[in-house]
């Protein structure tokens, strides 16, 4: 089983707001959901992470459901420069450790 | 502060070979990660180390060895190289396993 599904791709204008779900309904009560990026050749960015509460910082803002089972990144304002591979994470555990599992991501593509 | 540095950047190899990539981190951080990343796939975590001296097996661990002597460096090692381990290996770190991982620019290693 998926332990986060993400569209496999998006599309976004330059200027609008980019909203990227993701569904994780098998996290467990106490783990965190992060989002990272990762541009072409580059290695991971890490963009936010969050538990229960929305969070939001220079980069973007995320959105937890009440139940914890799915949650969406924000990128306020697109630019091309967010053209990326944008990766939810939940951790998994306790039968492979501190394993995170990055899935194949959302490919986001900022349309001039 | 150089953050996640990898060495080599690239890297060819014939079948039956071996060599150790090298990541370093000049964080403090106690938590060191090796990814393998193939192509249309995400990244999935080879070994892991939560302090000097301590290594575990994530989700991919066949035909590689790690070493943490330093807490630092996060060594990787091949030692007998297949075709099947050319990919984009990634090295990150972290304060915890909570916290975000901070992640090098990768080392893109070929296996002829």
């Known amino acids: 089983d998926a332990k986060t599904t993400q569209p496999t791709s998006m599309d976004c204008a330059e200027g609008r707001a980019a909203n990227l779900p993701c569904n994780h309904s098998t996290i467990s009560g106490n783990e965190y959901v992060y989002w990272y990026r990762q541009i072409h050749s580059q290695g991971p960015q890490y963009i936010i992470h969050?538990?229960?509460n929305n969070e939001t910082n220079e980069m973007a803002s995320l959105i937890i459901t009440e139940d914890r089972k799915s949650s969406t990144l924000i990128l306020p304002h697109a630019t091309l420069r967010d053209t990326a591979v944008y990766y939810c994470i939940v951790r998994v555990y306790p039968n492979t450790g501190n394993q995170f599992y990055f899935g194949t991501g959302t490919s986001l593509t900022v349309i001039p | 502060n150089a953050g996640v540095t990898q060495t080599p950047k690239f890297r060819v190899l014939k079948t039956g070979q071996s060599m150790t990539l090298l990541c370093a981190q000049d964080m403090n951080h106690e938590y060191m990660y090796w990814y393998r990343q193939d192509p249309g796939m995400g990244l999935r975590l080879i070994h892991y180390?939560?302090?000097?001296?301590?290594?575990a097996k994530g989700e991919v661990p066949d035909g590689y060895n790690v070493s943490r002597l330093k807490k630092q460096n996060f060594l990787l090692g091949l030692e007998s190289a297949a075709p099947s381990q050319t990919s984009v290996y990634f090295c990150a770190s972290s304060w915890d396993r909570n916290q975000p991982q901070h992640f090098g620019d990768g080392t893109r290693l070929s296996i002829l």
């Open positions: 180390s939560v302090g000097e001296g301590t290594t």
């Open positions: 969050g538990l229960k």
